[in-house]
T-cell receptor, first 114, second 114 residues
Framework: AQSVTQLGSHVSVSEGALVLLRCNYS??????LFWYVQYPNQGLQLLLK??????LVKGINGFEAEFKKSETSFHLTKPSAHMSDAAEYFC????????????FGTGTRLTVIP | NAGVTQTPKFRILKIGQSMTLQCAQDMNHNYMYWYRQDPGMGLKLIYYSVGAGITDKGEVPNGYNVSRSTTEDFPLRLELAAPSQTSVYFCASSPASGGASEQFFGPGTRLTVL
């Protein structure tokens, strides 16, 4: 069965500092992995996705994530935080059934301190 | 394209009342999903559909019903509302192009049952 664990429900960084949001997954087959961002009172927007083409995936707004099979991880990073990055971030893994649904982690709320 | 639209944005129900959450997409996607988001719990799949006339249960279907008479619309019906159904509901759609395909989310409906 698929599952995702996000370590740290809240992360605070200073503006200009490195952002690191952690995600570990469980899957019995090679996974499809996703990071979504949710701004206050809005729906989810795709940041990036891993589809096995490359282990380092670049997304929108300067974010990237690295797939590490040995560590079953897909951590999200950004070299320099901006105030506009404050949001909730969700890691997700694609289900293995024909539903193609996503299994989400519990989310990490990112606060950026000026 | 409007993408995925949901109505209403907010609703307060009394215990035992019923209502329908509307969802529509204009991207001609075959797959559509209903998720609920509870605080600190991530998103859970309620129901999904792989095409008009075909629906199936997700992780948390109790207390809900769906129908899919057209490709565009996927309403979610709550019968006999209960406080446990207080949540934010998201509709999503996806093209039937395999596990790497992105899910597009609507803005959500915030439901409170008192």
């Amino acid at each position: 069965a698929q599952s995702v664990t996000q370590l740290g429900s809240h992360v605070s960084v200073s503006e200009g500092a490195l952002v690191l949001l952690r995600c570990n997954y469980s899957s019995s087959v090679p996974p499809y992995l996703f990071w979504y961002v949710q701004y206050p009172n809005q729906g989810l927007q795709l940041l990036l996705k891993y589809t096995s083409a490359a282990t380092l995936v670049k997304g929108i707004n300067g974010f990237e994530a690295e797939f590490k099979k040995s560590e079953t991880s897909f951590h999200l990073t950004k070299p320099s935080a901006h105030m506009s990055d404050a949001a909730e971030y969700f890691c997700a893994v694609r289900g293995e059934t024909g539903a193609n649904n996503l299994f989400f982690g519990t989310g990490t709320r990112l606060t950026v301190i000026p | 394209n409007a993408g995925v639209t949901q109505t209403p944005k907010f609703r307060i129900l009394k215990i035992g009342q019923s209502m329908t959450l509307q969802c529509a997409q204009d991207m001609n996607h075959n797959y559509m999903y209903w998720y609920r988001q509870d605080p600190g719990m991530g998103l859970k799949l309620i129901y999904y559909s792989v095409g008009a006339g075909i629906t199936d249960k997700g992780e948390v279907p109790n207390g809900y019903n769906v129908s899919r008479s057209t490709t565009e619309d996927f309403p979610l019906r709550l019968e006999l509302a209960a406080p446990s159904q207080t949540s934010v509901y998201f509709c999503a759609s996806s093209p039937a192009s395999g596990g790497a395909s992105e899910q597009f989310f609507g803005p959500g409906t915030r439901l409170t049952v008192l």
